[in-house]
T-cell receptor
Framework: DAKTTQPTSMDCAEGRAANLPCNHS???????VYWYRQIHSQGPQYIIH?????ETNEMASLIITEDRKSSTLILPHATLRDTAVYYC?????????????WGLGTSLAVNP | EPEVTQTPSHQVTQMGQEVILRCVPI?????FYWYRQILGQKVEFLVS????????KSEIFDDQFSVERPDGSNFTLKIRSTKLEDSAMYFC?????????????FGPGTRLTVL
């Protein structure tokens, strides 16, 4: 089973920031937090990942709490094309256990 | 930008037939994966492959499934005798497998329909 919990759905107005929360209270010290998204029926797309420091790339920012039990993915200026299901996944980056275990994610609707 | 490709995009087959789904991972990647997603359900891990052997597999990946890297570029998933419940989107993914930036890149998927 997935080690994360996310809200089932969220709405956001176009041009505003979308803040997607994720709880991962049982995360281990060597596990990273990954975010992926899936636009309707397409292959999942990697967004960002981090261990304990906040991370930013051209797509999004990832804020991880100091105790690492939760995180927030921020899409700074959401567009209609950001409408998708967003998945928060925890996983270690070493050894042969590299599978991603998927939950149901958060269905984000960006509205005009 | 390099990408994972998959063929065919849609495969229709009769129950009991064998199917082979094909993937071309990103060229310098070392880890390869197959996932599937039954319509309306979660993405499920099937198998990972590294150094020409299976490194991990799920309970779904039983004797009816096999994977192969027949040459330096292709990575295939074979289902020997398809069942109705094998109908799903099948996604191939690959990753560099080194260091901190081990994100998996996914292909567009093959929709398998078993009749």
């Amino acid at each position: 089973d997935a080690k994360t919990t996310q809200p089932t759905s969220m709405d956001c107005a176009e041009g505003r920031a979308a803040n997607l929360p994720c709880n991962h209270s049982t995360i281990s010290g060597n596990e990273y937090v990954y975010w992926y998204r899936q636009i309707h029926s397409q292959g999942p797309q990697y967004i960002i990942h981090g261990l304990k420091n906040n991370e930013t790339n051209e797509m999004a920012s990832l804020i991880i709490t100091e105790d690492r039990k939760s995180s927030t993915l921020i899409l700074p200026h959401a567009t209609l094309r950001d409408t998708a299901v967003y998945y928060c996944i925890v996983r270690a980056n070493a050894g042969n256990n590299r599978k991603l275990i998927w939950g149901l994610g958060t269905s984000l609707a960006v509205n005009p | 930008e390099p990408e994972v490709t998959q063929t065919p995009s849609h495969q229709v087959t009769q129950m009991g037939q064998e199917v082979i789904l094909r993937c071309v991972p990103i060229s310098n990647h070392l880890y390869f994966y197959w996932y599937r997603q039954i319509l309306g359900q979660k993405v499920e891990f099937l198998v990972s492959f590294y150094n020409n052997e299976i490194s991990e597999k799920s309970e779904i990946f039983d004797d009816q499934f096999s994977v192969e890297r027949p040459d330096g570029s292709n990575f295939t998933l074979k289902i020997r005798s398809t069942k109705l419940e094998d109908s799903a989107m099948y996604f191939c993914a690959s990753s560099e497998g080194a260091g901190r930036w081990d994100e998996q890149f996914f292909g567009p998927g093959t929709r398998l329909t078993v009749l």
